[in-house]
């Protein structure tokens, strides 16, 4: 008969344990699914506008060139509370401006996808979940890499979310967006703003 030691005990009892937490671990994590509601039931009731100003040009870093951007406020009604569930630890939101740019390459005329965030907010509560900005300004630029945006085609605004689990892997959706493309003004601001 064999006696084991006590570092063997510890050694069996511990990787016992371990087994029972990562397997805990992985079903919270697989009910992140089960628990997501569709886009289309967050999405419901949530309405996003928004209303272009002039264009500036501004320079963009200390000693950066002018760049164009484009001055806009927006308007967000949502209620992103249905999102949070026992493991959701919080939310990360944020807008972004979807639009085409019509570029002349040299190869000839292309045409350019371009997505630009223009602001964002971390969401930790339920509490916090229901947004109601009016007028509201963009923490980011709207700019784009050509500097200009005389070619620039009609932008679509989503609202956009990642639910960051307790556990679990990240999952995105969107939660509204603009009825209608926003066509950029044609107007330019006469002064720099630097």
């Not at 344990?17 to 289309?40: D, G, K, M, V």
């Not at 963009?60 to 009604?77: A, C, S, W």
């Not at 009016?134 to 050509?146: A, E, F």
Request: with cysteine.
């Amino acid at each position: 008969m064999t006696m084991h030691s006590v570092y063997q005990r510890i050694n069996n009892l511990s990787a016992f344990l371990s087994t029972c937490l990562f397997t805990l671990a992985a079903l919270i994590a697989a009910t992140t699914f089960i628990l997501q509601p569709t886009s289309e039931a967050v999405s419901t009731g949530n309405s996003l506008s928004v209303d272009h100003g002039l264009i500036e040009l501004k320079r963009v870093g200390y000693y950066g060139r002018g760049h164009e951007t484009v001055d806009l406020k927006f308007n967000i009604t949502a209620d992103l509370s249905p999102i949070f569930h026992w493991n959701a630890k919080q939310l990360f939101v944020y807008i972004t401006a979807d639009y085409e740019h019509d570029s002349q390459a040299k190869g000839g005329r292309k045409i350019i996808d371009n997505r630009v965030v223009i602001w964002d907010r971390i969401i930790r509560d339920k509490e916090s979940a229901k947004l109601n900005l009016v007028n509201q300004r963009p923490k980011y630029p709207l700019r784009d890499y050509s500097k200009s945006w005389s070619n620039a085609l009609p932008a679509t605004y989503t609202i956009h979310y990642d639910v960051m689990p307790y556990v679990g892997i990240l999952t995105s959706g969107t939660a509204g967006q603009t009825t209608n493309p926003v066509k950029f003004p044609n107007k330019k601001a006469k002064s720099k703003t630097w």
